[in-house]
């Protein structure tokens, strides 16, 4: 039984972006992984599934993460989604994060006495 649904369309227009943020055109991208054009455009629009090999070039490429690139795809546990939601804030966010939890942890405690 299949436990997951790839989600090629988004996969592609993660791809696309993170193609579109590092400069290149889909033909620069296309040299860069040694992949054909046409191939990339099929991919960067989800009409067609590519290898893992393809999908670890583009990452290493484009300088991405994998996990970026599949987010749509993959299922976390929710103490994972937490993580990766303050690992995307900025430092100073991070610090804010952390004082108000701290907050909370003392509030529930004075609760729980």
């Known amino acids: ?7 090629y369309e988004m996969l592609g227009a993660r791809i696309r972006e993170a193609r579109k943020n590092k ?4 033909s620069e991208l296309a040299e860069l992984t040694e992949y ?8 960067e ?4 599934k590519l290898s893992v090999e393809l999908l670890i070039c583009i990452a290493n490429v484009l300088d991405t993460s994998l996990d970026e690139l599949l ?5 976390f546990s929710p103490k994972t989604q937490y993580n990766l939601s303050i690992e995307a804030r ?3 966010e991070r610090s804010a994060i952390v004082k108000i939890v701290k907050t909370l942890e003392k509030e529930i405690g004075k609760l729980m006495d």
């Open 90 to 92: 900025t430092e100073k």
């Open 36 to 43: 054909s054009v046409q191939h990339i455009s099929h991919v």
């Open 23 to 26: 400069g290149y055109t889909q």
């Open 1 to 7: 039984m299949r436990m997951y649904n790839m989600d």
């Open 45 to 48: 629009t989800g009409s067609t």
């Open 71 to 75: 987010k749509d795809s993959l299922t």
